[in-house]
């Protein structure tokens, strides 16, 4: 788990309602007060371990301690402090309202589809893939060889076969990763090797070595994607929000184009 930052004083020190885990000068800490500084780290205060909970409950507990020194020392009633707190209220102002403002933007199912169809080809079609190893050798008959001791493998031992051969005779990068290639559509490899790739059913072993630039390939096929276009119904609440933020958009640019700005 990452390390709590210590000393912001931005952490609020009021009061939350929950399970009494210290009392720092008579200032309650909280189970709910450390679950709110936990939650951007998507973990709770009760599922951490012992070790862990004790070092963030100190973490919290000096960070009070810190507040209270910091209120104590009259720093509200500095000049630094409130020319920082004029900026603050400044940024949770505008946070509000821009949430606000985006909060209140409705967009239709008919909006969201409309912009849908009109963007399909370039923003939600989706190419065919496929996931692939490969071992990559410096001669044909290197390949050859490999092939051949992958023919008689059962279907069921081939991909870890496969792999423990790349790692073992492979001079590419990804040898040390059992010729693990990840998913790839035609355009992201050479021609020559995307063909043979894409020819292949799942779980086949190409019947000849292929030969690029880079030396002689054999390719195994682990698995396949057809091409299509993402469903609307998956995509649409995306959709939504991105109309939104263009519409935000819109009304900034409508605001700063009534405002009166002076460049100098």
């Known amino acids: 788990m990452k390390k709590i930052i210590l000393g912001s004083l931005f952490i609020a ?29 998507k973990v709770t205060y009760d599922k951490l371990p012992p070790k862990i909970k004790r070092k963030v409950l100190d973490d919290i507990i000096t960070n009070a301690l810190m507040i209270q020194q910091a209120e104590k020392s009259g720093i509200e009633k500095t000049k ?59 001669t044909k008959q290197e390949a050859q060889k490999i092939i051949r001791e992958l023919r008689n493998i059962p279907k069921n031992q ?24 990840g998913w790839f559509s035609k355009d992201k490899m050479i021609p020559s090797f995307s063909k043979v790739a894409f020819s292949l059913n799942k779980g086949e072993v190409s019947p000849q070595p292929v030969k690029t630039r880079f030396g002689w390939h054999v390719i195994y096929v682990q ?21 939104k933020l263009q519409k935000l958009q819109e009304y900034i640019k409508q605001v700063k184009a009534k405002a009166n700005i002076q460049y100098k």
């Open 158 to 181: 081939l991909d870890a076969k496969f792999a423990e051969l790349a790692k073992k005779y492979s001079t590419g990068p990804s040898g040390k990763m059992g010729g693990e290639l």
């Open 80 to 138: 630094e402090y409130q020319n920082e707190l004029k900026i603050l209220k400044k940024q949770l102002a505008l946070r509000v309202f821009l949430k606000q403002k985006i909060d209140s933007i409705k967009i239709s199912d008919a909006e969201a589809r409309n912009f849908y169809n009109k963007n399909k080809e370039i923003m939600f079609k989706q190419p065919a893939e496929v996931k692939a190893r490969h071992i990559l050798v410096k």
């Open 223 to 243: 698995d396949k994607k057809t091409g299509g276009y993402i469903p609307f119904t998956k995509i649409k609440n995306k959709i939504k929000q991105q109309l």
């Open 13 to 41: 020190s009021s009061l939350f309602a929950g399970e009494v885990l210290a009392v720092v000068n008579g200032e309650k800490v909280t189970k709910s007060e450390i679950n709110s500084v936990l939650k951007a780290q």
